[in-house]
């Protein structure tokens, strides 16, 4: 295929020598098994919405006055162990099947919930086992300053964090009267705990929240800690796995393992390393790897007036045809060219006036399409296209250099990509994958990632004030009020108050929504069908209030 060797005419595509040949050439490169991230991850992960955090965690820092100061920046997360170990990679005998001998097919979660600063000092470590009490032999081995509780499910919880955060503030220094920040992720127990969020502001701590689904890059305890605690946790896990013959890890015995991969983890030299890679002290946005960017192209919202370009070189317009799209004005036609070298053709860019850019040609409004074919001996050729021209193509030769394309009534001289390379979008030459966002519920997000801020305690007490009303009365349709059981129907349709919206009627056989359920407005007390509320008014689990009640 294009006279190039291995490649196959039949097939359209490498052959094996080639790709073999490939990576020889190219030692830079290799085989990688990659990595899972989720679909979430890759687009929020966008370089925007870091910057502009970053902005907001540089501004608070120099505000506070404490960015040369790595004792008061803190960071906290949770992490989950499973008491299921197993080898990644094992040698054995080529064609033969490889087993490990395990306790169960998967194992159960507990949770981690640790802190550290800048400098490598830890807070105290809480080890959640999923229960309903906890027993005192669970106890025995445990790292120094430890808490062990117990959850339902083995998750944290406001409480459980709340617990926490008294313990952290009890080991700040008391004689260093200048404020702290807390770094924590978005969970739902950090976010809307307004009691923890209040000790953390009388203790003169700031709490800052990462942007959603990125703290795997800009999160501290997920670039090292985490990393390291795993890797010796499975490390030491299967040891004891082999030295029991597949006994599962009882908790009465956990910390027998969990206690030497701690102390092998928790150390300053992970600490730090966590903070210089995540960018957070030296705070630095360019440290993060530009790949970690990458993935959110997917979802990458593109402006079409103002295409993401690319500059080639010469040698790589010699490879193939090069589509080079043309965008004009909004009050003018679109325009596109076509160019097609071979091996040792130097490609031309038509260049319009000052107001136009490089990749920019204006044709007339009513086009057509023409053709200029240069032989190998041509210095330079001249197209000219009238108001009827929108669409042309170049074919050159080996030996062809320049050449000048005129779009309406004046004439374009163009430049060799020998000089100024051509500039075309990425995605005319490849395609770039797209996902489009599902609609989901809106959520509405707290208005400020400093979560000690006044405006997110004003977010969190209104949200908790509406927990608390609860006031909203869901009644069964059709059928007759509990209340007014004794009365006939007949009285207690005409007693009832209508719907709000549609004027329809509670129990009213003929009422095209009789099998829909009622709702009340939680302050005027009106009533509603629940589609009609939907379309009236904002509705959640908790309560319903109508247009004419919020404010």
């Known amino acids: 295929?294009?006279?190039?060797?291995?490649?196959?005419?039949?097939?359209?595509?490498?052959?094996?020598?080639?790709?073999?040949?490939?990576?020889?050439?190219?030692?830079?490169?290799?085989?990688?098994?990659?990595?899972?991230?989720?679909?979430?991850?890759?687009?929020?992960?966008?370089?925007?919405?870091?910057?502009?955090?970053?902005?907001?965690?540089?501004?608070?820092?120099?505000?506070?006055?404490?960015?040369?100061?790595?004792?008061?920046?803190?960071?906290?997360?949770?992490?989950?162990?499973?008491?299921?170990?197993?080898?990644?990679?094992?040698?054995?005998?080529?064609?033969?099947?490889?087993?490990?001998?395990?306790?169960?097919?998967?194992?159960e979660t507990v949770t981690v919930l640790a802190g550290f600063n800048a400098v490598g000092t830890f807070t105290p470590t809480m080890v959640m086992f999923k229960g309903k009490r906890h027993r005192a032999e669970w106890l025995d081995n445990r790292p120094e300053n430890a808490i062990v509780r117990v959850s339902d499910n083995g998750w944290i919880n406001s409480q459980l964090f709340l617990e926490w955060g008294q313990r952290f503030v009890q080991q700040l220094p008391k004689e260093d009267a200048r404020p702290h920040v807390l770094l924590l992720d978005g969970h739902y127990s950090h976010v809307f705990n307004l009691q923890f969020l209040e000790l953390m502001e009388q203790n003169n701590v700031h709490v800052i929240s990462y942007p959603p689904h990125t703290t795997h890059a800009l999160q501290p305890a997920d670039r090292s800690l985490f990393r390291s605690l795993k890797h010796h946790w499975q490390e030491l896990g299967r040891k004891?796995?082999?030295?029991?013959?597949?006994?599962?890890?009882?908790?009465?015995?956990?910390?027998?393992?969990?206690?030497?991969?701690?102390?092998?983890?928790?150390?300053?030299?992970?600490?730090?390393?966590?903070?210089?890679?995540?960018?957070?002290?030296?705070?630095?946005?360019?440290?993060?790897?530009?790949?970690?960017?990458?993935?959110?192209?997917?979802?990458?919202?593109?402006?079409?007036?103002?295409?993401?370009?690319?500059?080639?070189?010469?040698?790589?317009?010699?490879?193939?045809?090069?589509?080079?799209?043309?965008?004009?004005?909004?009050?003018?036609?679109?325009?596109?060219?076509?160019?097609?070298?071979?091996?040792?053709?130097?490609?031309?860019?038509?260049?319009?006036?000052?107001?136009?850019?490089?990749?920019?040609?204006k044709a007339g409004p009513a086009t057509s399409a023409s053709t200029l074919s240069a032989g190998p001996a041509t210095s330079a050729s001249t197209l000219s296209a009238g108001p009827a021209t929108s669409t042309s193509t170049l074919s050159a030769g080996?030996?062809?250099?320049?050449?000048?394309?005129?779009?309406?009534?004046?004439?374009?001289?163009?430049?060799?990509?020998?000089?100024?390379?051509?500039?075309?979008?990425?995605?005319?030459?490849?395609?770039?994958?797209?996902?489009?966002?599902g609609k989901k519920r809106m959520v509405v997000r707290p208005p400020s990632y400093h979560l000690t801020s006044p405006e997110h305690f004003d977010f969190v007490r209104a949200k908790e004030a509406r927990k608390k009303l609860k006031t909203t009365k869901v009644r069964k349709s059709p059928g007759v009020r509990p209340k007014k059981a004794a009365i006939p129907l007949l009285q207690t349709v005409q007693g009832s108050d209508p719907c709000t919206v549609c004027k329809g009627l509670y129990g009213d056989a003929s009422d095209p929504k009789a099998m829909e359920e009622w709702v009340a407005c939680c302050h005027c007390k009106k009533w509603f069908h629940?589609?009609?509320?939907?379309?009236?008014?904002?509705?959640?689990?908790?309560?319903?209030?109508?247009?004419e009640c919020i404010v």
Request: aromatic residues 8%; glycine residues 6%.
């Open 1 to 107: 295929m294009n006279g190039i060797a291995g490649f196959s005419e039949d097939k359209q595509k490498a052959g094996y020598y080639w790709f073999e040949g490939f990576m020889k050439r190219n030692p830079i490169i290799s085989l990688r098994k990659p990595e899972a991230l989720s679909a979430a991850r890759a687009s929020g992960m966008n370089p925007t919405i870091v910057e502009k955090w970053f902005q907001t965690y540089t501004s608070l820092l120099n505000r506070l006055q404490i960015h040369d100061m790595p004792s008061h920046l803190w960071n906290c997360d949770e992490s989950g162990l499973q008491d299921h170990f197993i080898s990644k990679r094992v040698v054995g005998v080529m064609g033969k099947s490889c087993f490990q001998v395990t306790s169960g097919e998967k194992g």
């Open 240 to 361: 004891w796995t082999r030295k029991t013959g597949g006994k599962k890890l009882p908790k009465q015995l956990f910390f027998s393992v969990f206690t030497p991969a701690w102390k092998k983890t928790a150390t300053v030299e992970n600490a730090q390393a966590g903070f210089r890679a995540s960018g957070m002290f030296p705070v630095r946005m360019e440290v993060i790897p530009t790949e970690l960017f990458m993935p959110s192209l997917t979802t990458e919202r593109v402006n079409e007036e103002t295409p993401e370009t690319i500059l080639l070189s010469e040698e790589d317009i010699a490879f193939g045809v090069v589509e080079v799209v043309v965008t004009s004005q909004p009050d003018d036609d679109v325009y596109a060219s076509t160019l097609s070298a071979g091996p040792a053709t130097s490609a031309s860019t038509p260049s319009a006036g000052p107001a136009t850019s490089a990749s920019t040609l």
């Open 398 to 437: 080996p030996a062809t250099s320049t050449s000048t394309l005129s779009a309406g009534p004046a004439s374009l001289p163009s430049t060799s990509t020998a000089e100024k390379a051509s500039t075309v979008r990425f995605s005319d030459l490849i395609d770039v994958p797209t996902r489009e966002r």
């Open 530 to 547: 629940e589609s009609c509320g939907e379309m009236y008014g904002i509705m959640d689990d908790d309560d319903f209030i109508c247009r």
